[in-house]
């Protein structure tokens, strides 16, 4: 959670001239959706006007470069990969609930997460929850359960000609899958499929330079493994290479596809 989270950003807004009115239902707004947790099926709209809605909106057009919103779109500590969809890329800042729709919490701390280029350019765009609870999009500050290890890719049927699907892990529990799927749905899209051919392609390269161009089906386990755990610490568990190669280690045919992909590279 951002550390100047709380009720003094609307507290400074509405000591402005006109913004006093504001004051109690944007503060009775934003106590809801902390007890919401921003879960969007909980959290109501607010009654504010038309006017004052657009006046809400272009709140954060004002604020976006200073340096309290920068510091949440990159954290002083940094994150390994986006905690919205567990890519590399740039750093960027989402409105968990779309400020479209949700004005008033356009420079709430809470609704502000940090996230990638490519999760603000790509397929979520302005969706946020799906056609029935609790199909919604992962919550970074509050669903501290994401935290853990949430998804993985599955294999197509023709490895030569691979499609790659992201999938939960077997540990999610039953009640939070809908969740997981919408949110996997939602967040990972041309950008990521691309990583992964490209990783695809290049895996049996990299594997035979540190393994030998002729290993055991061990020895590309044990590389697979290694490349997991090295991956997990650099990029955290749930980016895309840990969730590629926890896949790969679950598909049997996979790392003896590899194996012998690699046995058939130049010597």
Request: with cysteine; glycine share 8%; hydrophobic share 40%.
């Amino acid at each position: 959670m951002p550390a100047d989270a709380g009720d003094a950003v609307i507290a400074s807004q509405c000591k402005r001239s006109g913004w006093d009115i504001y004051r109690d239902r944007w503060l009775a707004a934003t106590a809801g959706y902390r007890t919401a947790c921003g879960n969007p099926w909980l959290v109501t709209p607010a009654a504010f006007t038309a006017a004052e809605k657009d006046a809400l909106h272009r709140l954060y057009d004002t604020r976006r470069r200073g340096g309290p919103i920068s510091r949440i779109r990159r954290p002083a500590g940094g994150f390994r990969s986006c905690p919205m969809c567990g890519s590399s890329g740039g750093r960027s800042l989402d409105h968990a609930l779309p400020r479209g729709q949700f004005p008033e919490f356009s420079i709430v701390r809470e609704n502000l997460v940090p996230a990638c280029t490519i999760c603000n350019s790509d397929v979520k765009g302005r969706d946020f929850r799906g056609k029935a609870a609790p199909e919604r999009l992962i919550h970074p500050y509050y669903d501290e359960w994401a935290s853990e290890e949430i998804w993985r890719v599955e294999f197509g049927t023709d490895l030569a000609a691979v499609v790659f699907r992201a999938v939960p892990s077997e540990s999610v529990a039953a009640f939070r899958l809908p969740t997981v799927v919408y949110h996997l749905s939602k967040v990972l899209g041309a950008e990521w499929e691309e990583n992964s051919r490209r990783y695809w392609a290049s895996l049996p390269a990299q594997i035979g330079n540190r393994v030998g161009t002729r290993p055991t089906l061990a020895e590309t386990r044990a590389e697979l493994e290694l490349r997991l755990r090295d991956e997990t610490l650099e990029k955290g568990v749930n980016g895309w290479c840990p969730a590629f190669l926890r896949g790969a280690l679950y598909d049997a045919r996979v790392p003896k596809y590899l194996t012998d992909q690699v046995g058939l590279l130049p010597i």
